[in-house]
């Protein structure tokens, strides 16, 4: 009973990453603890985040190494527990193979664990490699070793790519903020030139308005005169010929020649067909208006857009 409730002790006070009882215990924000000189290999050897922090080996959460705590309570319990020592009758039980009395003197390969000679001679383990624990403590000692080295070496690979991935989309997403502003730019641009055209075509029309207008009104004023002589003229005439002899052969010779020689007098009206009408733009020769450069970079901007979206 007491063997097994030390064994449960030792596991909890034991490191794991070296898997040895802790030597001065450091304690982590996310409540795991390691030897000082294990976490601290473990900053050197793993790429800390932006912020300067590290990963905790066993739950992966973030830690900021200057903030390692020491741990007395559980040093002082690994203190303790190497002053215990089991019974000589506990000790020997744990040493002793549990089927066949027999001390554990050597490791099966295959199944991965202790036996003693007979278990190495029964049908569960005839065939298998085994070999005395000293001889293959090395050999298992290196391939730990070696898997650890592999697998951190990984762990450091994983985390320089997750870094790289941060900074690809930081420098994706500025550069999509430049092409944005730059599209806003452009079309601010342009619509002030096109305000710009916008108002000079109307002045246009507003001066071709007050033109035309005012050539009209001269038009109808020299009509109006006209109109009054003719109407005068033909209602002398009309007088004459409802009248005398007399009064039509009077003076009849002045009548003739002013009715010979009156000639209606027709105004220069502008055809609308001569008149140049307002045609929409083409746009690129709106975009003319830009430089190469400039319009360059905007087909360039839609482009991008267009193939994010």
């Not at 991965?112 to 050999?139: N, P, Y």
Request: aromatic share 6%.
């Amino acid at each position: 009973m007491a063997s097994g409730i030390l064994v449960n002790i030792k596991e909890e006070v034991t490191c794991p990453i070296c898997l040895e009882l802790l030597r001065e215990p450091l304690s982590l924000d996310c409540g795991h603890t390691f030897c000082q000189a294990c976490i601290t290999a473990n900053d050197k050897e793993s790429i800390v985040s932006e912020k300067g922090e590290g990963h905790c080996p066993v739950c992966r959460i973030y830690y900021q190494p200057w903030n390692l705590r020491p741990n007395r309570h559980v040093a002082n319990i690994v203190e303790m527990l190497q002053k215990v020592k089991l019974s000589p009758e506990e000790e020997q039980k744990t040493d002793f193979c549990v089927h066949h009395g027999e001390k554990l003197l050597l490791f099966c390969k295959e199944d991965g664990k202790f036996i003693c000679w007979l278990c190495e001679r029964s049908q569960e383990h005839r065939g298998h490699h085994t070999f005395l624990m000293e001889d293959v403590a090395q050999e298992y000692q290196e391939k730990l070793q070696a898997a650890l080295h592999r697998l951190r070496a990984e762990h450091q690979e994983a985390e320089k790519l997750e870094a790289d991935i941060k900074e690809e989309r930081t420098s994706w997403k500025n550069q999509i903020q430049k092409e944005i502003q730059s599209v806003q730019n452009f079309f601010k641009k342009l619509k002030g030139i096109l305000d710009t055209e916008e108002q000079k075509e109307l002045q246009k029309l507003k001066k071709d308005e007050g033109d035309i207008l005012h050539d009209l009104e001269q038009s109808e004023s020299k009509l109006v005169k006209q109109s009054q002589v003719l109407r005068d003229l033909i209602s002398e005439l009309e007088h004459r010929l409802n009248g005398s002899m007399r009064k039509m052969l009077q003076d009849v010779n002045g009548i003739m020649e002013r009715s010979k020689t009156f000639t209606l007098k027709k105004p220069k009206i502008l055809c609308k067909e001569q008149r140049g009408v307002f045609r929409v733009p083409d746009l690129n020769g709106v975009l003319q208006m830009f430089n190469g450069e400039e319009c360059q970079s905007w087909w360039v901007a839609v482009e991008f857009l267009c193939w994010w979206e």
